[in-house]
Protein backbone atom coordinates (compact mmCIF):
# COMPACT_ATOMS: atom_id res chain seq x y z
CA UNK A 1 0.00 0.00 0.00
CA UNK A 2 1.41 3.45 -0.72
CA UNK A 3 0.22 5.90 1.44
CA UNK A 4 0.58 9.64 0.66
CA UNK A 5 0.43 12.46 2.71
CA UNK A 6 -1.45 16.07 1.54
CA UNK A 7 -2.93 19.05 2.99
CA UNK A 8 -6.70 18.62 3.75
CA UNK A 9 -9.40 20.10 1.24
CA UNK A 10 -12.92 20.26 1.30
CA UNK A 11 -13.70 17.33 -0.73
CA UNK A 12 -12.52 15.18 2.15
CA UNK A 13 -14.42 16.08 5.26
CA UNK A 14 -17.48 13.74 4.50
CA UNK A 15 -15.39 10.92 4.32
CA UNK A 16 -13.06 12.55 7.89
CA UNK A 17 -15.83 12.94 9.93
CA UNK A 18 -16.91 9.00 8.91
CA UNK A 19 -13.94 8.18 10.01
CA UNK A 20 -14.01 10.17 13.09
CA UNK A 21 -17.83 9.11 13.87
CA UNK A 22 -16.44 5.22 13.74
CA UNK A 23 -13.43 6.34 15.85
CA UNK A 24 -15.29 4.45 19.54
CA UNK A 25 -12.86 6.22 21.47
CA UNK A 26 -14.27 9.96 20.52
CA UNK A 27 -17.23 11.35 22.11
CA UNK A 28 -20.05 12.86 20.40
CA UNK A 29 -18.66 16.00 21.37
CA UNK A 30 -15.63 15.82 20.71
CA UNK A 31 -16.34 14.76 16.71
CA UNK A 32 -18.18 18.33 17.03
CA UNK A 33 -15.10 20.06 17.86
CA UNK A 34 -12.99 17.84 15.77
CA UNK A 35 -15.29 19.05 12.71
CA UNK A 36 -15.51 22.57 14.21
CA UNK A 37 -11.54 22.92 13.55
CA UNK A 38 -11.97 21.43 10.72
CA UNK A 39 -14.08 23.76 9.19
CA UNK A 40 -11.77 26.49 10.84
CA UNK A 41 -8.93 25.01 8.28
CA UNK A 42 -11.01 25.35 5.38
CA UNK A 43 -13.01 28.14 5.63
CA UNK A 44 -10.22 30.85 6.71
CA UNK A 45 -7.36 31.19 5.29
CA UNK A 46 -5.87 32.46 8.27
CA UNK A 47 -6.27 29.39 10.45
CA UNK A 48 -3.96 28.12 13.17
CA UNK A 49 -5.40 24.73 13.01
CA UNK A 50 -3.27 22.87 9.99
CA UNK A 51 -4.91 19.27 8.97
CA UNK A 52 -2.83 16.82 6.82
CA UNK A 53 -4.76 13.31 5.15
CA UNK A 54 -3.12 10.17 4.60
CA UNK A 55 -4.99 8.68 1.59
CA UNK A 56 -3.81 5.48 -0.52
CA UNK A 57 -5.15 5.67 -4.43
CA UNK A 58 -9.09 7.12 -3.36
CA UNK A 59 -8.81 5.82 -0.06
CA UNK A 60 -8.75 8.32 2.28
CA UNK A 61 -7.16 6.72 5.80
CA UNK A 62 -6.96 9.36 8.68
CA UNK A 63 -6.15 12.97 9.21
CA UNK A 64 -3.76 15.16 11.96
CA UNK A 65 -5.13 17.72 13.28
CA UNK A 66 -1.77 20.26 14.77
CA UNK A 67 -1.14 24.38 15.26
CA UNK A 68 0.75 26.67 17.33
CA UNK A 69 -0.11 26.78 20.93
CA UNK A 70 -1.76 30.30 21.83
CA UNK A 71 0.68 32.80 23.50
CA UNK A 72 3.39 30.26 22.76
CA UNK A 73 6.70 31.08 21.22
CA UNK A 74 7.77 28.13 19.80
CA UNK A 75 5.34 25.34 21.04
CA UNK A 76 2.69 23.78 19.31
CA UNK A 77 0.26 21.27 19.58
CA UNK A 78 -1.08 17.90 18.04
CA UNK A 79 -4.33 18.30 18.38
CA UNK A 80 -6.54 15.49 16.86
CA UNK A 81 -5.64 12.21 14.68
CA UNK A 82 -7.70 9.42 13.97
CA UNK A 83 -6.94 6.52 11.65
CA UNK A 84 -9.93 4.80 9.70
CA UNK A 85 -10.98 1.93 12.24
CA UNK A 86 -10.27 -0.82 9.98
CA UNK A 87 -6.79 0.05 8.76
CA UNK A 88 -4.94 0.24 12.03
CA UNK A 89 -1.64 -0.70 13.10
CA UNK A 90 -0.65 -0.41 9.37
CA UNK A 91 1.71 2.17 10.34
CA UNK A 92 -0.98 5.26 8.66
CA UNK A 93 -0.83 6.92 12.17
CA UNK A 94 3.49 7.25 12.13
CA UNK A 95 3.26 8.37 8.50
CA UNK A 96 0.86 11.18 9.84
CA UNK A 97 2.66 12.41 12.96
CA UNK A 98 6.47 12.33 11.14
CA UNK A 99 4.70 14.67 8.33
CA UNK A 100 3.01 17.08 10.89
CA UNK A 101 6.74 17.00 12.72
CA UNK A 102 8.35 17.78 9.39
CA UNK A 103 6.23 20.71 8.42
CA UNK A 104 6.04 22.13 12.87
CA UNK A 105 9.98 22.29 12.68
CA UNK A 106 9.78 23.64 9.51
CA UNK A 107 7.83 26.34 11.04
CA UNK A 108 10.68 26.39 14.05
CA UNK A 109 8.92 24.44 16.43
CA UNK A 110 10.99 23.96 19.80
CA UNK A 111 8.32 21.48 21.89
CA UNK A 112 5.60 19.75 20.38
CA UNK A 113 3.01 19.04 23.40
CA UNK A 114 0.05 15.89 23.26
CA UNK A 115 -2.56 15.95 25.72
CA UNK A 116 -4.59 12.96 25.56
CA UNK A 117 -6.69 11.03 28.10
CA UNK A 118 -5.72 8.45 31.49
CA UNK A 119 -8.26 5.86 30.25
CA UNK A 120 -7.56 2.29 29.69
CA UNK A 121 -9.36 3.06 26.27
CA UNK A 122 -6.58 5.11 25.03
CA UNK A 123 -3.55 3.12 26.25
CA UNK A 124 -3.23 2.34 22.73
CA UNK A 125 -2.71 5.56 21.80
CA UNK A 126 0.17 6.49 25.20
CA UNK A 127 1.67 3.36 23.58
CA UNK A 128 2.30 5.08 19.93
CA UNK A 129 3.54 8.78 20.92
CA UNK A 130 5.79 6.84 23.60
CA UNK A 131 7.25 4.66 20.65
CA UNK A 132 7.50 8.23 18.62
CA UNK A 133 9.94 9.56 21.86
CA UNK A 134 7.13 11.50 23.34
CA UNK A 135 7.52 10.98 26.90
CA UNK A 136 5.20 11.92 29.80
CA UNK A 137 5.87 15.44 31.27
CA UNK A 138 2.12 16.00 33.38
CA UNK A 139 -0.65 13.74 34.80
CA UNK A 140 -4.13 15.68 36.17
CA UNK A 141 -6.31 13.08 37.12
CA UNK A 142 -9.94 13.32 36.40
CA UNK A 143 -9.13 16.33 34.41
CA UNK A 144 -11.69 15.23 31.76
CA UNK A 145 -14.28 14.00 33.98
CA UNK A 146 -14.24 11.86 36.90
CA UNK A 147 -11.49 9.08 36.34
CA UNK A 148 -10.63 10.34 33.34
CA UNK A 149 -7.66 12.24 33.55
CA UNK A 150 -5.26 14.19 31.19
CA UNK A 151 -1.71 12.80 29.90
CA UNK A 152 0.51 15.34 28.45
CA UNK A 153 3.58 14.32 26.38
CA UNK A 154 5.82 16.64 25.01
CA UNK A 155 8.97 16.29 22.02
CA UNK A 156 11.41 18.46 22.15
CA UNK A 157 13.48 19.72 19.12
CA UNK B 1 -12.26 50.32 51.61
CA UNK B 2 -14.84 48.58 51.12
CA UNK B 3 -14.57 46.37 47.97
CA UNK B 4 -17.97 45.19 46.02
CA UNK B 5 -17.53 42.25 43.61
CA UNK B 6 -19.63 42.33 40.54
CA UNK B 7 -20.05 40.81 37.08
CA UNK B 8 -18.58 43.29 34.04
CA UNK B 9 -20.63 45.44 32.43
CA UNK B 10 -19.31 47.14 29.02
CA UNK B 11 -18.49 51.07 30.66
CA UNK B 12 -15.51 49.01 33.27
CA UNK B 13 -13.40 48.45 30.07
CA UNK B 14 -11.70 51.33 29.37
CA UNK B 15 -10.80 51.37 32.78
CA UNK B 16 -10.09 47.69 32.99
CA UNK B 17 -7.68 47.99 29.65
CA UNK B 18 -5.62 50.46 31.62
CA UNK B 19 -5.32 48.23 34.46
CA UNK B 20 -3.87 45.46 32.01
CA UNK B 21 -1.68 47.69 30.14
CA UNK B 22 -0.61 48.89 33.49
CA UNK B 23 0.37 45.76 34.03
CA UNK B 24 4.16 45.08 33.75
CA UNK B 25 4.29 40.97 34.08
CA UNK B 26 1.49 40.83 31.46
CA UNK B 27 2.89 41.32 27.47
CA UNK B 28 1.24 43.48 25.09
CA UNK B 29 -0.05 40.26 23.17
CA UNK B 30 -1.14 39.09 26.35
CA UNK B 31 -2.85 42.52 26.67
CA UNK B 32 -4.86 42.19 23.45
CA UNK B 33 -6.06 38.33 24.21
CA UNK B 34 -7.21 39.23 27.92
CA UNK B 35 -9.52 42.13 25.46
CA UNK B 36 -10.48 39.89 23.12
CA UNK B 37 -12.00 37.50 26.17
CA UNK B 38 -13.72 40.71 27.43
CA UNK B 39 -15.02 41.29 24.41
CA UNK B 40 -16.32 37.81 24.46
CA UNK B 41 -18.03 38.19 26.97
CA UNK B 42 -19.68 41.85 26.61
CA UNK B 43 -20.82 40.79 23.38
CA UNK B 44 -21.85 37.44 23.92
CA UNK B 45 -24.80 36.36 25.64
CA UNK B 46 -23.46 32.72 25.63
CA UNK B 47 -20.04 33.40 26.10
CA UNK B 48 -17.87 31.10 28.69
CA UNK B 49 -15.74 33.59 29.69
CA UNK B 50 -16.97 34.90 32.73
CA UNK B 51 -15.89 38.32 34.34
CA UNK B 52 -16.19 39.83 37.14
CA UNK B 53 -14.84 43.54 38.71
CA UNK B 54 -13.54 44.37 41.84
CA UNK B 55 -14.37 48.04 43.04
CA UNK B 56 -14.35 50.34 45.35
CA UNK B 57 -16.96 53.54 45.04
CA UNK B 58 -16.63 54.32 41.49
CA UNK B 59 -12.89 52.81 41.41
CA UNK B 60 -12.21 49.79 39.14
CA UNK B 61 -9.40 47.75 41.48
CA UNK B 62 -9.38 44.70 38.97
CA UNK B 63 -11.18 42.00 37.51
CA UNK B 64 -10.98 37.99 36.96
CA UNK B 65 -12.26 35.76 34.20
CA UNK B 66 -12.75 32.47 34.45
CA UNK B 67 -14.99 29.43 32.70
CA UNK B 68 -15.55 26.01 32.21
CA UNK B 69 -12.58 24.24 30.29
CA UNK B 70 -13.39 22.90 26.70
CA UNK B 71 -14.10 19.34 26.20
CA UNK B 72 -13.92 18.44 30.23
CA UNK B 73 -17.23 17.93 32.64
CA UNK B 74 -16.79 19.94 36.11
CA UNK B 75 -13.31 21.82 35.37
CA UNK B 76 -13.10 25.14 35.59
CA UNK B 77 -10.36 27.63 34.22
CA UNK B 78 -9.35 30.75 35.79
CA UNK B 79 -7.54 32.30 32.79
CA UNK B 80 -6.84 35.86 33.93
CA UNK B 81 -6.54 38.21 36.85
CA UNK B 82 -5.35 41.27 37.36
CA UNK B 83 -5.40 43.88 40.34
CA UNK B 84 -4.38 47.80 39.70
CA UNK B 85 -1.00 47.86 40.39
CA UNK B 86 -1.29 50.70 42.54
CA UNK B 87 -3.62 48.64 44.69
CA UNK B 88 -2.10 45.19 45.42
CA UNK B 89 -1.58 43.54 48.51
CA UNK B 90 -4.86 45.35 50.04
CA UNK B 91 -6.67 41.41 49.61
CA UNK B 92 -8.37 42.65 46.48
CA UNK B 93 -7.18 39.60 44.21
CA UNK B 94 -8.08 37.35 47.05
CA UNK B 95 -11.40 38.95 47.06
CA UNK B 96 -12.16 38.11 43.67
CA UNK B 97 -10.64 35.10 43.56
CA UNK B 98 -12.90 33.96 46.45
CA UNK B 99 -15.97 35.35 44.14
CA UNK B 100 -15.19 33.45 41.26
CA UNK B 101 -14.84 30.11 43.05
CA UNK B 102 -17.91 30.44 44.82
CA UNK B 103 -19.44 31.14 40.90
CA UNK B 104 -17.41 28.14 39.66
CA UNK B 105 -18.86 25.53 43.07
CA UNK B 106 -22.48 26.91 42.52
CA UNK B 107 -21.81 25.44 38.79
CA UNK B 108 -20.43 21.80 40.12
CA UNK B 109 -16.82 23.16 39.64
CA UNK B 110 -15.15 19.39 41.01
CA UNK B 111 -11.50 20.82 39.62
CA UNK B 112 -9.74 24.61 39.19
CA UNK B 113 -7.11 24.92 36.68
CA UNK B 114 -5.11 27.52 36.85
CA UNK B 115 -1.54 28.33 34.20
CA UNK B 116 0.69 30.88 35.30
CA UNK B 117 4.53 31.07 34.08
CA UNK B 118 7.54 29.92 35.63
CA UNK B 119 9.29 32.79 35.60
CA UNK B 120 10.53 35.18 38.84
CA UNK B 121 7.98 38.00 37.72
CA UNK B 122 5.22 35.67 38.33
CA UNK B 123 6.84 34.23 42.21
CA UNK B 124 4.12 37.09 43.76
CA UNK B 125 1.20 35.33 41.41
CA UNK B 126 2.42 31.79 42.61
CA UNK B 127 2.78 32.39 46.10
CA UNK B 128 -0.71 34.21 46.09
CA UNK B 129 -2.42 31.14 44.40
CA UNK B 130 -0.52 28.92 46.78
CA UNK B 131 -2.05 30.46 49.77
CA UNK B 132 -5.13 30.42 48.30
CA UNK B 133 -4.57 26.21 48.99
CA UNK B 134 -4.14 25.33 45.29
CA UNK B 135 -1.34 23.45 44.68
CA UNK B 136 1.13 22.96 41.58
CA UNK B 137 0.62 19.44 39.48
CA UNK B 138 2.64 19.96 36.95
CA UNK B 139 5.91 22.35 35.20
CA UNK B 140 6.45 22.18 31.51
CA UNK B 141 9.59 24.07 31.24
CA UNK B 142 10.06 26.55 28.47
CA UNK B 143 6.18 26.49 27.31
CA UNK B 144 5.36 29.69 26.36
CA UNK B 145 9.36 30.70 25.39
CA UNK B 146 13.03 29.46 26.17
CA UNK B 147 13.11 29.95 29.67
CA UNK B 148 9.66 30.71 30.71
CA UNK B 149 7.88 27.47 31.46
CA UNK B 150 4.35 26.94 32.37
CA UNK B 151 3.44 25.96 36.03
CA UNK B 152 -0.03 24.16 35.94
CA UNK B 153 -1.84 24.45 39.42
CA UNK B 154 -4.86 22.69 41.05
CA UNK B 155 -7.72 23.01 43.65
CA UNK B 156 -10.28 20.23 43.91
CA UNK B 157 -14.03 20.51 44.93
Redesign the interface.
Known sequence: MTINIRPMVVNDKPALMRILRNTPEFKP??VV?AGELIDDYLENPASDYFHLIAESGSDLLGYICYGP???????WDVYWMAVDHNRQGQGIGGRLLEAAEAKMVDAEA??I?IETSTTPSYEKTQRFYLSHNYEI????P?????GDGKL?L?K?F
Open positions: FEVTPLTDGTRLIIATIDFYAPIQR
